[in-house]
């Protein structure tokens, strides 16, 4: 079935060690996002590639970055996380079709920063 | 930005008893997207509605906008314990079809 995969499922890091989320889709959809949801609150999007075009979101941090090296694969790099950091990360995916952009979602990588 | 205002912020019901979600913007919505989430996991795309007074169903679930398009209410019919989880309501706004904002979501407990 085609899908969004992300690994792992569930990341356990250290205060100030890189870490990096893993998305992968095979839906062959050509934008991808990823959304930081911390405890009990809205999924907040980070960034999106709509598919080489990297759109950061103003209040993004500098402390994430994001890489895409083709269509299926998106990365997420966080240089030095910290405690606030700790959140689940979502990747989703959409292709932009007539006046529906669907977005379809991973099951997400939940960061643990110790 | 927009803002989303769902409401009641959680609701528990007992099972085969109708409810509604809703979900106010403070903007007019140009696309209103429902979303469902198992706690802990990804989101599920449930239905979405661009043109006031649109309405869409899909099993038990209905989706409304209504006629001014700031407020939209996603009504579960006869629900069961499957329909549990936390409902989002996110919205697109005019001229970026990218930026999906979300509201703080509904969380649904239907007890057997």
């Known amino acids: 079935d085609a899908m969004v995969i992300q690994n792992p499922r569930y990341q356990v890091t250290q205060f100030g060690k890189p870490v990096t989320l893993s998305c992968s889709q095979t839906?062959?959809?050509?934008?991808m996002y990823w959304y930081q949801q911390k405890s009990s609150q809205a999924p907040k999007l980070l960034f999106h590639?709509?598919?080489?075009?990297?759109?950061n979101e103003a209040d993004t941090p500098d402390n994430f970055q994001s890489r895409r090296p083709n269509t299926s694969f998106c990365f997420l790099d966080i240089r030095s996380p910290g405690l606030g950091d700790a959140a689940m990360y979502l990747c989703?995916?959409?292709?932009?079709?007539?006046?529906?952009?669907?977005?379809?979602f991973g099951p997400g990588t939940r960061l643990t920063v110790t | 930005s927009q803002e989303l205002e769902q409401s009641p912020q959680s609701l528990i019901v007992q099972e085969g008893k109708n409810l509604t979600i809703n979900c106010t913007s403070s903007?007019?919505?140009?696309?209103l997207y429902w979303y469902k989430q198992k706690y802990g996991e990804g989101l599920i795309f449930l239905m979405m509605?661009?043109?006031?007074?649109e309405e869409k169903s899909h099993e038990k679930i209905t989706a409304k906008l209504d006629e001014k398009k700031q407020q939209s209410s996603l009504h579960i019919t006869a629900s069961q314990p499957s329909h549990a989880g936390i409902y989002l309501c996110?919205?697109?706004?005019?001229?970026?079809?990218?930026?999906?904002?979300f509201g703080k979501g509904t969380l649904l407990t239907v007890n057997p």
């Open positions: 989703a995916t959409s292709k932009e079709q007539g006046l529906s952009y669907e977005q379809y």
């Open positions: 839906l062959n959809h050509n934008v």
């Open positions: 590639y709509y598919d080489k075009d990297f759109n």
């Open positions: 903007k007019t919505l140009y696309g």
């Open positions: 509605l661009q043109k006031g007074g």
């Open positions: 996110g919205a697109t706004p005019r001229g970026s079809n990218y930026k999906l904002t």
